[in-house]
């Protein structure tokens, strides 16, 4: 791809303060793009915007919670204010809850997993789909799912529901808004060295050593980088991609081919 191929295109990123978010805000200021990132934390969104703003300064923060309503259309309207549109949005906001056991999981963890990873995504399409009708212009809007939305490991029952659930939105919505130019897909990454990864080791001291029998569990024997999640969202969200709506691309290095692990 070319280094402007998103040259003065508005694009809006939620949970875009860390990880996958963060290395795509990145490549998409590299990219030409202008951008608003959100996330809850503010001391975390701010300390993000003057590592993007070394790129380029046509980046913003707007604190949001994407499981409020109100907060998803006030972030949709005022990255409008700044910008004077919409035309991209990677809605990647999402946390990982506590894995255990379905009797072991209270009924309180499968409502906070499911607010923010499903009803944070459905708020953010249904608003950010508004914008681009009301704009009468195309539109792309990329959604995080995951490897786990196909596959599995023992606790993982509510975070994989909340991101399968994307997966039917997704090709719902793909058929409903074809007609207006605007196209929605899904990535679903693997094992990516995030701190959402790293949280699930957190004792520093054997964390590196804790992490390495993961990445034999893919075929290709490594972590991804969020850099390599962050090109096939820029790919999505490209020309490249123009006849491509309604999927959800694994990007897992192999993970979730059946008898791996």
């Known amino acids: 791809m070319t280094q402007e191929i998103l040259k003065d295109k508005i694009v809006l990123i939620t949970g875009g303060t860390t990880g996958i978010g963060l290395a795509t805000a990145k490549l998409f200021l590299e990219s030409g793009a202008k951008i608003v990132i959100a996330g809850r934390r503010k001391e975390q969104g701010h300390m993000a915007l003057k590592n993007l703003r070394n790129i380029s300064p046509d980046v913003y923060f707007i604190q949001t919670d994407v499981s409020k309503s109100n ?9 409008v204010s700044i910008y004077g549109k919409l035309d991209i949005a990677f809605n990647n906001a999402g946390i990982e809850g506590n894995f255990a ?55 993982s029952g509510v975070y994989s529901a909340s991101k399968a659930a994307l997966d039917g939105l997704t090709r719902v ?46 075929p290709i024997n490594r972590l991804a980088k969020p850099k390599e999640v962050a090109e096939l969202v820029l790919w999505l969200s490209s020309p490249a991609s123009s006849f491509v709506t309604g999927e959800s691309i694994l990007i897992d290095g192999g993970l979730a081919i059946g008898g791996q692990r």
């Open 101 to 155: 056991p379905i009797d072991e999981t209270p009924e309180e963890e499968f409502d906070n997993v499911f607010m923010i990873n499903t009803k944070g995504v459905w708020l953010s399409c249904k608003y950010e789909i508004e914008q681009f009708k009301k704009q009468e212009t195309e539109g792309i809007i990329i959604n995080t799912s995951s490897w786990l939305a196909k596959g599995a490991v023992i606790g």
């Open 173 to 218: 919505l793909a058929i409903e808004t074809a007609p207006f130019g605007i196209r929605i897909n899904n990535i679903q990454p693997g094992y990516i060295h995030t701190p959402m990864f790293e949280r699930f080791f957190p004792n520093e001291e054997t964390r590196e050593k804790d992490i390495a029998p993961f990445k034999k569990h893919a």
């Open 71 to 79: 907060e998803i259309q006030n972030l949709i309207n005022e990255t």
